[in-house]
């Protein structure tokens, strides 16, 4: 059964600063992994889609990067702002059951 | 290009009454998938209609069942409402169904069961 993981389940950094959230996911055999963010109260916004035979996605100060075979994903956040602060979650395809399977969730906060 | 929506935004509910909820996806797309949102469990898949057919579902119960119309547009329901069912219910759209496409994400409907 997929199980997908974040850690940390929270963070908080000064502003500038660069930092990275983890996904790990128990099961290679997926068809996509996608980024979101979400505010308080709100729904989710994609940040990137990667898909399974792409390594990488770059979208403004955000970069993730996916390992299939050692089951991780990665997100970069650059030069963070307050702006930032959101909880964010990443998602996988499973390829046997073709849902998306979301993880638990790491809350940043960057602080002015 | 609008996003998706949902209506309502916030309701109220007694245990025991039952819910519908509605979607309205991005105009040109074509699936749509409803999930779960609580503290405890995270984000939960609950199913996904592509083309009025339902594509995919989760693991719920049958008190929680979905339909699409032929715009597209997408309602849930669920019936015998309990306690546990207080949730934020999100819907997503995506052009098509099948794995690689990315879905868009609607605000939400708080659901409170008193």
């Known amino acids: 059964k997929q199980e997908v993981t974040q850690i940390p389940a929270a963070l908080s950094v000064p502003e500038g600063e660069n930092l990275v959230l983890n996904c790990s996911f128990t099961d290679s055999a997926i068809y996509n992994l996608q980024w979101f963010r979400q505010d308080p109260g709100k729904g989710l916004t994609s940040l990137l889609l990667i898909q399974s035979s792409q390594r990488e996605q770059t979208s403004g100060r955000l970069n993730a990067s996916l390992d299939k075979s050692s089951g991780r994903s990665t997100l970069y956040i650059a030069a963070s702002q307050p702006g930032d602060s959101a909880t964010y979650l990443c998602?996988?395809?499973?390829?046997?059951?073709?849902?998306?399977?979301f993880g638990t969730g790491t809350r940043l906060k960057v602080l002015a | 290009k609008a996003g998706v929506t949902q209506t309502p935004r916030y309701l109220i509910k007694t245990r025991g009454q039952q819910v519908t909820l509605s979607c309205s996806p991005i105009s040109g797309h074509r699936s749509v998938s409803w999930y779960q949102q609580t503290p405890g469990q995270g984000l939960q898949f609950l199913f996904e209609?592509?083309?009025?057919?339902?594509?995919n579902k989760g693991n719920f119960p049958g008190r929680f069942s979905g339909r699409q119309f032929s715009n597209s547009r997408s309602e849930m329901n669920v019936s015998t409402l309990e306690l546990g069912d207080s949730a934020l219910y999100l819907c997503?759209?995506?052009?098509?169904?099948?794995?690689?496409?990315?879905?868009?994400f609607g605000p939400g409907t708080r659901l409170t069961v008193t």
């Open positions: 998602a996988v395809v499973d390829s046997g059951t073709y849902k998306y399977i």
């Open positions: 997503a759209s995506s052009l098509s169904a099948g794995s690689s496409y990315e879905q868009y």
């Open positions: 209609y592509f083309s009025e057919t339902q594509r």
